[in-house]
């Protein structure tokens, strides 16, 4: 589609349609042929450039063929487009010469945007577009600033009036208050400009702008855009702003000012650019060999100890969502930490077990180990679940008297409820009594086997270096994941399984920040938007 020029003759005004440029008043325009390239041209502001060290462009170097005549005619060439926008951007050019008689009359006043100077008989230009000169007659012509044609000749000193009140019946003083308040450099009127938008912006990251700057009797805008890299006015409405998307949180001060013939109005426009509200919508589906790994000495003295277990100082909780699936195998692994040599080596490890539709949970050694498992059908087929587990940082392991004091180390949970009475403990050799080393971090993979199988997910993965079951009902939230850094102790790690992450790396949302997951046997599909 074309811009098409049109010129409202009631209005006497040009408007380019289709374009964001507004309507300009008579004498205001002027065109050219681009210097650099014959099938281009320019359309000049010829009031701005009167009063700028530079020309001031309204189009610069555009297609002709981008442009139509009223009709929608496509021009011939870029001389075709400046003829047409010269002959149609200046009415008197069109009319000729008024030649007034001794009883024509013309009134002069000033709009009230202070930027068009209005006529009695309807007409209107910009000001600085028109002056006044006395002529050998004794009369006033009215000419055409950039021509120096004249638009009205041999107005009579007595027909001269401004705002209804006749002019000094001296004819140079008369001529005098007309350019007065042609350039507007006096008059009555004398309205500063407003800015009247507001001066404050809110964007959340990410996100672009969609800003424009209103101001009373604003006439030209200025804007120091220096300290928001990637925000630009748009073309042809240097009131507005775009762009921002790259902006990263916090509080940007952008000066502004809007000016008209009178003087200015400064103002500092606070750009304040937010963190994006939390939001849950993917996870990670597991099926065949899919696993993530990580590098477990990350995480050494958060979930591994160096000998038995000696307090609060070893204590630790995860918590995670998990989705179950169709699949009966009882060897699913959802959660890994510790020990190569799985049969020897100490290690935590939270298995699914479909056929019962349950979880199991053991802490040790293939050969000695704490040993838990849910209740039969507390982990649903196909259904969200919130799993977590702390532990205290006690001792654990080595005497048969102290069994039910081990199992006492732990506090698990399903859904917000607390399912050790309901769930049953067992123990290998009353347990382990050494130290958990960090040598694998894995999820969906115990050795070299017992994967998760059939669409598994898991999801909002989160470490945490305490205990907090005292804190379950607000990590659990009702079932709604929330933003885990907002709580009084925020997690050390906290994976979002696929929300902010990229293919094949799930980032680390927790305070340290600092241990990223691989997806291995997997692709982008994977990251699935199926979530609690």
């Known amino acids: 589609m074309t811009i098409k020029i049109t010129r409202n ?58 442009f139509s005549d009223k009709d929608g005619n496509v021009f011939v060439d870029a001389q075709a487009a400046v003829d047409y926008v010269n002959e149609n951007a200046n009415v008197a050019n069109n009319t000729g010469r008024f030649q007034l008689g001794a009883t024509d009359t013309i009134d002069f006043s000033v709009d009230p945007t202070e930027t068009t100077i209005l006529l009695g008989n309807g007409d209107a230009y910009a000001v600085n577009s028109i002056r006044a000169s006395a002529n050998d007659d004794g009369h006033i012509d009215i000419i055409k600033h950039s021509a120096d044609v004249v638009i009205y000749g041999d107005l009579r000193l007595a027909n001269a009036s401004i705002g209804g009140v006749s002019v000094t019946q001296v004819l140079a003083t008369a001529v005098n208050e007309l350019n007065a308040l042609f350039a507007h450099t006096g008059g009555a009127a004398a309205n500063l400009p407003v800015i009247t938008s507001s001066t404050a912006i809110s964007l959340t990251e990410g996100d672009s702008l969609n800003y424009e700057l209103t101001a009373t009797y604003g006439v030209g805008y200025e804007w120091d855009l220096s300290n928001v890299s990637g925000v630009t006015t748009v073309e042809g409405n240097v009131r507005k702003l775009i762009g921002g998307s790259s902006l990263a949180v916090g509080t940007y001060n952008i ?91 100490g290690h935590l490890y939270l298995r699914y077990q479909g056929g019962n539709n349950r979880f ?87 050795g070299s086997s017992q994967y998760m199988q059939g669409g598994c997910k898991v999801d909002e993965i989160a470490v945490w270096d305490s205990d907090q079951s005292a804190n379950i009902s607000s990590i659990y939230n009702s079932g709604s994941p929330f933003d885990l850094s907002s709580l009084t102790t925020e997690p050390k790690h906290w994976w979002r399984m696929g929300d902010g992450d990229t293919y094949p790396y799930l980032q680390d949302n927790g305070s340290e920040a600092n241990c990223i997951f691989q997806m291995y046997n997997m692709t982008a599909a994977d990251i699935v938007t199926d979530a609690p």
């Open 360 to 446: 199991r949970f053991r802490y040790g050694s293939s050969n000695n180990h704490l040993n838990f498992h849910s209740p039969d059908n507390s982990i649903n087929d196909n259904t969200w679940h919130h799993i977590m587990i702390a532990y205290n940082g006690g001792t654990t392991g080595a005497s048969s008297g102290d069994i039910n004091s081990y199992y006492g180390r732990f506090s698990i949970f399903i859904d917000g409820a607390n399912v050790v009475p309901s769930g049953s403990w067992s123990e290998s050799n009353y347990g382990w009594s050494s130290g958990i080393d960090a040598d694998n971090l894995r999820v969906g993979r115990y």
């Open 9 to 66: 003759e009631a209005a006497n005004c040009i408007n380019f349609v289709g374009s964001t440029n507004p309507a300009y008043f008579n004498a205001c325009l002027s065109a050219e042929v681009n210097a650099e390239d014959s099938t281009r041209f320019n359309v000049i502001n010829d009031i701005r450039t009167s009063t700028s060290p530079t020309t001031q462009y309204e189009f610069y170097a555009v297609e002709y063929s981008d």
């Open 255 to 345: 000066p502004v000012k809007a000016i008209n013939y009178n003087g200015e109005d400064s103002e500092t426009i606070v750009l304040t650019v937010a963190t994006p509200p939390f939001s849950n919508t993917k996870s990670i589906t597991f099926s065949n060999q899919d696993w993530l790994g990580a590098n477990a000495s990350l995480l050494s003295t958060i979930l591994g100890r160096t000998s038995n277990g000696s307090g609060s100082g070893d204590a630790w909780t995860i918590s995670l969502y998990l989705k179950g699936s169709s699949d009966t195998s009882n060897g699913q692994t959802v959660f890994y930490f510790g020990d190569n040599d799985t049969t020897n080596g």
